[in-house]
């Protein structure tokens, strides 16, 4: 113990202050990295994407936690170094740094044009260590994770100290799950790969200076370069790690509250689902698994067997249904708990400067903390997962792992360097590194699987993990509905696509706004993931609600379940490219930086526009339609874009518009994913004569191995469609995987289309317009009031051609 109190100590040494790297002594080039010693240290420039640079600072005596941004060893890239007289560039294929020798600095250019610079670049005080870049004066700056602040968050100097933010509305600086990072209209991202606290000023201080700064941490930074945002995101995700494709159950319907007290409520909860027949794939449960009270049981990590007798039955029972179990975990062990004296014998939890587990007093009673970083600790709580896989538990929800509560002087043995850190050097890792803990302890029980982890909090590159964040305990009020969407925006710009809101909100709430809740539930259709959950003096369900509330929020989830190939489509983009599922109005023209303002508007994918209703009594609804044709998705109506369309609303419509051009492929509804089958599809094309060619895709597999993409075992489906004289669309496939339907029955549903054919086509075969469709063979019809054309028919899936004039 005291070898490692020596090793803290060395991270609290005290430095003089020091404004610069010192001047070049030497440089080498290794392979894909720069090395260059100077006079106060070593600077290592590698490059980890032909895009992207990764810049470590190491100042002689300073010692460095590991990296926690970047996603393991980066591919081999091409490099070239130049050296001239004051400078050395690195160049690869889109981006160039260069190294100014006198004082040692950074910059950075794209394509010729300057891009991004340090300033003073490295600084390490006494008390800080951090870096300074300058800032264009008209440069938009977005990042920092979860804040509500508007989407430009230039102007603010943001506390980089993850933490809860208990009822908030429509104002926080400091959140959940902050990120060290930011992007930039100029098309760059800058990652600080530092877990400590401290801030990011984003010319708040200093006009034009972006500053950050740390109490101690890795000295190091990420710089990522693109020519679009698509592409940005794209090459950030390639270093810091794609979101793996979760299972398909995870885009239906949770049920979840705070929470279930015992076997028999949930296992009536569930049935109550299936007697409304509104669709469900999850139970969650909280924290009364594995204790009666909220206090002093937190860290038994066990079934309370007098509330859930039968738990191996009753997940048994759940699956047999299609309903999968989820059960929540959190990182402290109570000293009251059951598991205390096994996590003090197994060294588990985090220290005190005396060497003992450090104890300390917060809401649910007297408890240590998991040493996450320490492998003998993970090893430990993995034991705990293991045992819920075995019983049937398919996936985790880790919440209070900021920590919610992380005393300065706690110590944690970073194990992988063989290193003590203090709480506030690895605090904003926290989240990160459980969330790793659990997603390869569920790979290694069972290699196949598709982890789902949900957890609140976590560093920039969780997301390779199987990250579901959440915003936290957010209000049970408008104030608290309205921020939602610039939320989950902000977080996927930056790699964590899944984020999404307790639907109907969790905090406070005195009696039931139905309109409000209404609202947010038809908001939640076109969120990541569809999980209501509040404290349960109001029910979070739809079931236990007034009639017309259930049929509203019935018809919503019914439709997010007949979405599912066009949702799973989405996370497959999510996978192989970074895009997130929801995007940001200003990727529709990056040439307008007044669109990056937009925070209440969204795209869906690439086919819709929504805007959610955050006020109350609205019948109409200001959207700022993009540049195009769009369409009204309720009412079939068409509007130019490129101007602002008030949109009429009722309790059972939100403002929800679909891109001239689009294909949007939907199924039969299912009560759950189990039964989910593409064998019967129904194909939407939004036609439109300003939409000349058109494109759209179908990504279909099993829904459940992890390991389909990597093995080959998918399906895509390509759509093709063509107009002039007359409308042609193209249906082709690729790929196979176990249980692929052999042929599929298509209902092709042609939008604005404007009169009786003349002439229809399926190949070669002309196709007679009827009074309705029939169950087989070819047949279509005509409804000339609706301007929709169906034609229904067989694919065997070699290619096919349908054509109307």
């Known amino acids: 113990m005291m070898l490692r109190l020596t090793a803290a100590a060395l991270l609290l040494t005290s430095f003089a202050a020091r404004a610069d790297f010192g001047d070049y002594e030497d440089h080498a080039l290794l392979g894909q990295s720069l090395l260059v010693e100077t006079t106060m240290g070593s600077l290592r420039i590698t490059a980890v994407d032909d895009s992207a640079f990764y810049v470590h600072y190491v100042e002689d005596g300073v010692a460095q936690l590991p990296s926690f941004a970047l996603a393991g060893i980066p591919d081999p890239q091409a490099t070239a170094l130049t050296a001239n007289e004051d400078t050395l560039e690195l160049v690869i294929d889109g981006l160039t740094a260069t190294v100014t020798r006198s004082p040692v600095t950074l910059s950075f250019s794209r394509n010729g044009e300057a891009l991004i610079a340090e300033e003073h670049g490295y600084f390490n005080t006494e008390t800080l260590r951090g870096f300074r870049f300058q800032l264009d004066d008209d440069e938009k700056i977005m990042g920092g994770g979860q804040r509500v602040l508007g989407m430009d968050r230039r102007g603010y100097r943001l506390p980089l100290y993850n ?41 708040k201080t200093e006009p034009d200076i972006l500053q950050f700064e740390a109490v101690g941490g890795r000295t190091a930074y990420l710089v990522v370069a693109g020519d679009s945002y698509p592409e940005l995101i794209n090459n950030y995700t390639d270093v810091t790690g794609k979101q793996p494709l979760p299972p398909r ?11 279930y007290r015992t076997e028999k409520e949930t296992r009536d909860v569930v049935r109550r689902f299936r007697r409304a027949k509104i669709p469900l794939d999850a139970v969650i449960l909280d924290l009364y698994w ?11 990590l066990d079934w309370d067997l007098d509330a859930f007798p039968t738990p191996e039955d009753m997940i048994d029972d759940f699956q047999s249904d299609g309903v999968q179990t989820i059960t929540i975990t959190e990182p402290f062990i109570l000293r009251s708990s059951t598991q205390w004296d096994s996590a003090v014998e197994n060294e588990a939890l985090a220290l005190s400067v005396t060497g003992e587990p450090r104890r300390f007093d917060f809401y649910f009673g007297n408890t240590g903390l998991i040493d996450v970083f320490n492998a003998k600790a993970r090893d430990w709580f993995s034991g705990f997962y293991t045992r819920l896989y075995r019983q049937g538990i398919t996936a985790n929800w880790g919440d209070l792992g900021e920590p919610e509560v992380h005393p300065s002087d706690t110590l944690h043995y970073v194990s992988d360097v063989d290193m003590v850190a203090t709480a506030d050097e690895v605090h904003n890792a926290y989240g990160h590194r459980w969330a790793q803990m659990v997603y390869e302890n569920q790979l290694a029980f069972d290699p196949d699987a598709r982890p789902v982890v949900m957890m609140r909090s976590g560093f920039a590159g969780t997301q390779r993990y199987g990250m579901i964040p959440w915003t936290g305990d957010v209000n049970r009020s408008w104030g608290g509905l309205k921020p939602q969407v610039e939320l989950s925006l902000q977080m996927g710009l930056l790699g964590l696509a899944y984020t999404h809101s307790d639907l109907g909100g969790f905090a406070g709430g005195e009696t039931f706004d139905k309109e409000m809740y209404i609202r947010w539930m038809q908001y939640g259709v076109f969120q990541p993931v569809y999980r209501p959950h509040a404290q349960e003096h109001i029910p979070p369900e739809p079931v236990f609600h007034d009639r017309e509330t259930r049929r509203i929020v019935r018809d919503y989830i019914e439709l997010r379940y007949r979405m599912l190939p066009y949702n799973y489509t989405l996370a497959y983009e999510n996978t192989t490219s970074g895009m997130p599922l929801m995007r940001p109005i200003f990727f529709e023209d990056g040439t307008r930086p007044e669109l990056i303002d937009i925070k209440d508007t969204f795209l869906w994918g690439d086919a819709f526009l929504v805007k959610p209703v955050t006020d109350p009594g609205l019948s109409s609804v200001p959207v700022a339609l993009p540049d195009g044709v769009w369409f009204n998705y309720w009412t079939d109506t068409r509007a130019e874009g490129g101007q602002t369309v008030a949109t009429p609303v009722s309790l059972t419509t939100i403002p929800v518009y679909v891109r001239a051009g689009s294909f949007v492929p939907m199924v039969p509804l299912v ?21 000349e060619q058109a494109a759209g895709m179908m990504y279909e597999d099993d829904g459940a191995n992890g390991r389909n993409l990597e093995r080959g075992d998918f399906e895509i489906l390509r759509f093709e469609a063509a107009h002039s004289d007359e409308l042609a669309i193209e249906l082709t496939r690729s790929g196979e995987y176990d249980g692929m339907p052999s042929e599929r029955r298509i209902e092709l549903v042609i939008h604005n289309w404007g009169d009786t054919p003349a002439e229809l086509r399926v190949d070669d075969e002309v196709v007679e317009l009827k009074r309705r469709l029939r169950r087989k063979g070819q047949s279509a019809t005509y409804d000339a009031d609706k301007r929709l054309l169906s034609v229904r028919f067989d694919w065997d899936h070699s290619p096919v051609r349908i054509t109307a004039r």
């Open 163 to 203: 933490r809860a933010h208990y009822g908030y509305e429509t104002y926080s600086e400091q959140m959940y799950y902050g990120l060290p990072a930011i992007l930039s209209d100029d098309r760059y991202i800058i990652v600080f790969d530092n877990s400590a606290t401290g801030h990011i000023d984003i010319a």
């Open 249 to 259: 159950w995870a885009f239906g319907n949770f049920a979840s509250r705070f929470g």
């Open 290 to 300: 594995f204790g009666p009270e909220i206090q002093g049981f937190m860290g038994n």
């Open 671 to 691: 009560q759950t994913t189990r039964d989910y089958s593409s064998e019967v599809l129904e194909l939407h094309y939004y036609a439109d004569s300003s939409v």
